[in-house]
């Protein structure tokens, strides 16, 4: 069956320096790449998605990147900030087929 | 700005009981999901709903779990006889655009089985 990693599962940066999460996928046929966050006991928030036929996409602090041959994306967040804690899932999609990664989570050291 | 809503909050059941979790998406969404998580873990696909029908389904929707759409405004996920496994947060969403597009999550429902 399809297969989504996410990497690292735990991130702890500092205050103000960049964080990047990784998310590998095994069905060549994904074409629409999202990531979400979730804050603690709440629902799962859209913050960036891309399409099959884009390689970047930046909206403010937060960019991701696609590499379709080597089917990975990767979530970028520059100049993080304390609400920038939470877990960030990956889930690729082929058509209404959805899979989400197991999360990263990402915490903010002060 | 409009928002998926869902009802109940927290639903407690016995193990072997029916529920029903309601969902109301957004008004002029066509595209419609249920999603469970686990305390703790990931995110899972259930099912999607389209022009009153599933079109996709995951393994974990077996033949305990049904959906409906009973009017024009509210969408129901039914568990015939639940089992304690079936404890997650159950969350709706739904999409203008479908399989491309943005999802646009519920609240959630805690659902205790005991």
């Known amino acids: 069956g399809e297969n989504v990693e996410q990497h690292p599962s735990t991130l702890s940066v500092q205050e103000g320096d960049s964080a990047v999460i990784k998310c590998t996928y095994s069905d060549s046929a994904s074409n629409y790449f999202p990531w979400y966050k979730q804050e603690l006991g709440k629902r799962p928030q859209l913050i960036i998605d891309i399409r099959s036929n884009v390689g970047e996409k930046k909206d403010q602090r937060i960019a991701v990147t696609l590499n379709k041959t080597a089917k990975h994306f990767s979530l970028h967040i520059t100049e993080t900030q304390p609400e920038d804690s939470a877990v960030y899932f990956c889930a690729p999609r082929r058509d209404d087929k959805i899979i989400f990664g197991k999360g990263t989570r990402l915490h903010i050291l002060p | 700005e409009p928002e998926v809503t869902q009802t109940p909050s927290h639903q407690v059941t016995q193990m072997g009981q029916e529920v029903i979790l309601r969902c109301v998406p957004i008004?002029?969404?066509?595209?419609f999901y249920w999603y469970r998580q686990i305390l703790g873990q990931k995110v899972e696909f259930l099912v999607s709903?389209?022009?009153?029908?599933?079109?996709?389904k995951s393994e974990i929707f077996d033949d305990q779990f049904s959906v409906e759409r009973p009017d024009g405004s509210n969408f129901t996920l039914k568990i015939r006889s639940t089992k304690l496994e079936d404890s997650a947060m159950y969350f709706c969403?739904?999409?203008?655009?479908?399989?491309?597009?943005?999802?646009?999550f519920g609240p959630g429902t805690r659902l205790t089985v005991t």
């Open positions: 709903f389209y022009n009153n029908e599933i079109s996709e």
């Open positions: 008004s002029n969404h066509l595209y």
């Open positions: 969403a739904s999409s203008p655009q479908g399989p491309r597009g943005e999802q646009y």
